[in-house]
């Protein structure tokens, strides 16, 4: 297993056009959450999939939006860009855990560049 | 509010010396932490959590409560543990609230 993979590896984009950004979850994991990470910064949640259905969002406007597809496989879609939303954006993938056991499964990023 | 703070941006220790990263969360709940590494032109990747109280390539953490805190340390840190760390924060069942990381330097 190649691991969680995710496309494209880098874009730029102009204001005001939108994105679609690709995850591939590990085989057998459920779970995919999305995170931005702008430079200098930790990881921040944006959403969380399970099962195909929304579990969890974090702080960000409706321009951000998600799915996830019956193989798991997930799309982050960003509408009317903004030159603030430039940033690594992660994808993880999960399994259901017991409490604590919790344990996430990182790609490695797609870097957005918003001009 | 649910936070996680790691106060310094940067640490550098000479190999050999000890090692703690500092991880300080603020959440009303009962908390789920754990400790992330990114190893240069690596993924971000699991280090070690809370509950399995485990030590991991030498480090380990500890969960106090009445300091809020959950400290990443290593008795004697070597060059291979430069990287940057991040303390995590999961949070009822499916968010993760991850600090801005600690950027650790092992010098010779």
């Known amino acids: 297993d190649a691991g969680v993979t995710q496309s494209p590896t880098h874009l730029i984009k102009t204001r005001g056009q939108h994105v679609t950004l690709r995850c591939s979850p590990i085989?057998?994991?459920?779970?995919v959450s999305w995170y931005q990470q702008v430079l200098g910064q930790g990881p921040q949640f944006i959403f969380q999939y399970y099962e195909k259905e929304e579990r969890g969002r974090g702080n960000f406007p409706d321009r951000f939006s998600a799915r996830q597809f019956p193989n798991y496989s997930s799309e982050l879609n960003v509408n009317a860009l903004l030159l603030g939303d430039s940033a690594l954006y992660l994808c993880a993938s999960s399994q259901p855990a017991s409490r604590g056991t919790y344990e996430q499964y990182f790609g490695p990023g797609t870097r957005l560049t918003v001009t | 509010a649910q936070r996680v703070t790691q106060p310094e941006k940067l640490l550098s220790v000479f190999k050999g010396a000890p090692v703690e990263l500092k991880c300080n969360y603020s959440?009303?709940?009962?908390?789920?932490l754990f400790w992330y590494v990114q190893y240069s032109r690596q993924r971000l990747q699991l280090l070690l959590r809370?509950?399995s109280r485990e030590s991991i390539k030498g480090f380990t953490a500890d969960l106090n409560k009445g300091e809020t805190s959950f400290h990443l340390k290593k008795p004697f840190a070597q060059e291979e543990d430069s990287a940057m760390y991040y303390c995590?924060?999961?949070?009822?069942?499916?968010?993760?609230?991850f600090g801005a990381g600690t950027r650790l330097f092992v010098k010779a």
């Open positions: 959440y009303s709940g009962s908390p789920e």
């Open positions: 809370h509950i």
């Open positions: 085989s057998g994991h459920k779970s």
């Open positions: 995590a924060l999961h949070t009822g069942g499916f968010k993760t609230i």
